[in-house]
């Protein structure tokens, strides 16, 4: 969404005018229950190996990877591997602010220098949950996609993915209060570096005979929603079980900046 830029101090109180005190708090409670709940829940070994690991720590993208058969993830992201090669899944902090959504992925191909999977995703609102001044519009979308992976380097991979929005709604593209949280037609871009593999010596390279781990990754990407006009950036980083970081939107009006926490709490059913 396009508006003319208000000075700073019209900025500053319509910023503070949309604060609810309530809310604050909220990203850190449901980060806080969802990083203690990663502890409870050790990382469960993987059921089969990819081709090349890097694949498997974008920032902010889905991985080509599909998660094992019966396997469960619990985080700001939320999935179930169906088979070995097909996963659903839901955004559980976009559904906590009652944008309804859920997500499928198959993976295609898996190389050791490239990887591709196809995504799907279903979700509804309502411009007045995002903000009560917002239109009383209910959009529902189909969000059909794809997300790839490339090794430039050993170490280094950087993916590319989006999705196109089917709706039937009449979609506002004035006049509205934003969120970081809604999606329309997006394009993303993510890196990926293994900047301490498993084995590495002092020069920073695999001693001989180590085997190819990933270790300590550091991700970053940046995207660009075409619907709503918001782009976003982030920088994250992979422990080995855990992934955080976060993704900002500098235009969004609410909720601009989104966790990320994910990869601690799996469980294999």
């Known amino acids: 969404m396009r508006r003319p830029v208000p000075s700073r101090n019209l900025h500053f109180r319509h910023t503070a005018d949309k604060i609810n005190p309530m809310r604050l708090p909220l990203h850190a409670t449901i980060g806080a229950v969802i990083f203690l709940t990663a502890w409870i829940f050790p990382p469960a070994p993987s059921a089969r190996a990819a081709q090349n690991p890097m694949f498997g720590y974008p920032h902010l993208l889905a991985s080509p990877f599909t998660l094992p058969a019966g396997r469960l993830i619990i985080g700001t992201e ?151 006009s918001l782009v976003g950036m982030g920088i994250s980083h992979h422990w080995p079980g855990l992934h955080l970081g976060a993704h900002y939107y500098p235009n969004a009006d609410r909720y601009k900046l989104q966790p990320i926490i994910a990869g601690g709490a799996v469980v294999d059913l």
Do not use: H, M, Q
């Open 78 to 228: 939320a999935a179930l591997g169906v088979t070995d090669f097909f996963e659903v899944g839901t955004s559980v902090l976009r559904d906590f602010y009652k944008i309804y959504n859920a997500s499928a992925k198959l993976s295609l191909v898996d190389f050791e220098g490239f990887a591709l999977a196809v995504t799907g995703g279903f979700e509804t609102y309502n411009y007045r949950d995002i903000y009560p001044t917002n239109p009383d519009l209910t959009v529902t979308s189909l969000l059909p996609g794809a997300v790839a992976a490339f090794e430039l380097l050993p170490r280094f991979a950087i993916f590319a993915g989006g999705n196109l929005s089917y709706t039937k709604a009449n979609l506002r593209s004035s006049g509205i209060e934003t969120s970081g949280y809604i999606r329309g037609a997006r394009l993303e871009s993510d890196f990926g570096w293994a900047y301490n593999p498993p084995g590495a010596t002092g020069s920073g390279k695999r001693s001989s005979g180590a085997a190819r781990g990933v270790g300590n990754v550091l991700s970053g990407g940046l995207s660009y929603d075409v619907t709503y």
